[in-house]
């Protein structure tokens, strides 16, 4: 494959983007994530990478409308007082800081193994922040406990994230096959995420809570109760084989009916630079894919070694930070041996999931609870995550080599 000069574009596009994502922002310029995500985009097309039809429909609509639908859901919860009658519960049964790091590294690793992970960050964080509030603690270790725990629980099932629902689909695997092999991996994995943010932040850890204020927002049930049910119709729906998208949004929808909510409150709560930041990076990586940038790297990779479970998980977690998760599986998907090829879906799956812990911008998990913090004034830094991120990716990446490579 000839090298084409849409590639040089399309390289430089998505360091640069990688680059103020990892940041937080530009280091000269005025520039956000969602900014970035904007200017790539426009970048995409203005250098010819790709057309503005191919960009439109590049953007996952899909996941874009189950994101938007799901923070009508979550506005909701947020004006009923929802989230302050979760903290008051947990500050009554968690007394210590450690304890309620525990607390929610393992809260989110399990909801996250149920539904995608992103929508657990997306109804979690808010409340790791009010609990953090209340008992005046620093949020930053509890916070990447929720990313964290986020996607090593999804690994443990092909529907805690978007790349196992992928794999699944892709492969035809069991879901039981799968997670018998993906659990243990998960749960020590989880032990293990505990025990790095423990260690790194051990000093802002000790000692015992003390609530420092209390709620003065009235608690609404009847809307808290109504908006419950929503939630779990629209997941029960989903893990019963209906789409998604479209339980969602019918479930935000109705929840818009109400005669006790002003709907502009509603939005005002809804995340519209998350939403930015998503559709830009959809046409970002879809320029990088459509420019045969990927192609022709690993036209120039020796793949003789690529039976190698070592090697393939090596390559899985490095195209994952590059190109983000989803990308690097309908990559990798051409490179699965055709022997023992469940286990090597297996491997990708896993691999896929656990590479998100490698660095800020390596899921979309992680940057769901960033902007979520950076709304409440909170900036979580990439050296902040990345120093516990490294050295427990390496881990569970290690021990995810192991163990399949003589389990069967």
């Known amino acids: 494959m000839e090298y084409r000069v849409e590639m040089f574009w399309a390289g430089l596009i998505l360091i640069a983007v990688l680059v103020i994502f990892t940041l937080g922002k530009s280091p000269i310029f005025r520039v956000d994530r969602a900014g970035a995500a904007i200017i790539g985009a426009v970048a995409t097309i203005g250098t010819g990478v790709m057309s503005f039809e191919q960009a439109t429909a590049a953007v996952d609509f899909k996941t874009i409308i189950i994101l938007f639908s799901m923070m009508i859901i979550v506005a909701n919860l947020k004006l009923a007082g ?10 009554r049964q968690v007394t210590s800081k ?34 953090c509030r209340k008992v005046s603690c620093n949020p930053l270790p509890h916070l990447l406990g929720v990313a ?11 529907l805690g994230n978007p790349q196992n629902i992928l794999v699944g689909s892709l492969s035809g695997m069991p879901f039981v096959s799968y997670f018998s092999t993906a659990c243990p991996v998960a749960l ?19 000692g015992r809570l003390s609530v420092s204020e209390t709620s003065s927002v009235t608690i609404h049930m009847y809307l808290i109760i109504k908006s419950l049910i929503v939630f779990v119709l629209v997941v029960a729906a989903y893990m019963v084989g209906y789409d998604l998208a479209l339980v969602s949004c019918l479930g935000g929808a109705a929840l818009l009916i109400t005669r006790r909510v002003k709907p502009n409150k509603v939005y005002s709560s809804v995340d519209f630079n998350l939403l930015i930041i998503f559709i830009g990076l959809f046409i970002i990586v879809a320029g990088v ?13 020796s793949l003789s070694g690529f039976n190698n479970m070592g090697l393939f998980a090596a390559v899985t977690l490095i195209l994952s930070n590059i190109v983000s998760n989803v990308p690097a599986v309908l990559l990798m998907k051409f490179f699965i041996p055709l022997e023992h090829a ?14 998100g812990n490698l660095t800020i911008s390596g899921s979309i ?15 979580v830094k990439a050296w902040d995550y990345f120093k516990v991120g490294f050295p427990l990716t390496l881990l569970t990446i290690l021990l995810g080599v192991v163990w399949l490579s003589y389990v069967r």
């Open 365 to 379: 998990a992680n940057l769901i609870v960033v902007e979520i913090a950076k709304r409440d004034h909170i900036d």
């Open 342 to 355: 469940e286990q090597w879906w297996k491997a990708l799956a896993l691999f896929s999931t656990l590479a």
């Open 188 to 206: 020590i994995g989880l032990i293990a995420a505990y025990t790095a943010i423990a260690c790194f932040y051990r000093q802002e850890l000790e």
């Open 289 to 301: 894919e459509s420019s045969g940038l990927m192609t022709y790297v690993f036209s120039h990779m």
């Open 98 to 131: 450690r304890q309620l790091l525990f607390a929610t590294i393992i809260s989110s690793g399990i909801m996250s193994a149920l539904a995608i992970n992103d929508i657990i960050c997306l109804l979690f964080t808010p409340v790791v922040l009010l609990v």
């Open 148 to 158: 964290m725990a986020s996607n090593i629980g999804s690994a443990a099932t092909l």
């Open 82 to 91: 929802f989230f302050e009658w979760v903290g008051e519960v947990v500050c």
